[in-house]
């Protein structure tokens, strides 16, 4: 059974950085793909961007150029590096973990709360 488990969330203001972690264990950590979702309040659940098990990356195009993904195969570790940050940036963040072999994400951490200030 994968769990996932995401750090470093927190209050910023408008142009700062942050980096979130997340832990995975249970599995084969290269056998998956790894996402970042984010869910603002009253809006649904979206894709920021996704890391393949050979390091391809997808970033959503609000995004795109400000946050970088990374994964870390000898620590079971995917980072999110958030970059120039802004207000509708706000929103939990949640891990996803998805099987290469399988087309949707099965395994969700707990998410982590990122706020951002004007």
């Known amino acids: 059974q994968v769990e996932l488990a995401e750090y470093g969330g927190g209050l910023v203001q408008a142009g700062d950085s942050l980096r979130l972690s997340c832990a995975f264990t249970g599995r084969t950590f290269s056998s998956y793909v790894m996402g970042w979702f984010r869910q603002a309040p009253g809006k649904e659940r979206e894709l920021v961007a996704f890391?393949?098990?050979?390091?391809?990356?997808y970033e959503e195009d609000s995004v795109k150029g400000r946050f970088t993904l990374s994964r870390d195969n000898a620590r079971n570790t995917v980072y999110l590096q958030m970059n120039s940050l802004k207000p509708e940036d706000t929103a939990i963040y949640y891990c996803?973990?998805?099987?290469?072999?399988?087309?949707?994400?099965?395994?969700w951490g707990q998410g982590t709360q990122v706020t951002v200030s004007s």
């Open positions: 890391i393949t098990a050979g390091s391809s990356t």
């Open positions: 996803a973990a998805r099987d290469i072999r399988l087309p949707t994400y099965d395994y």
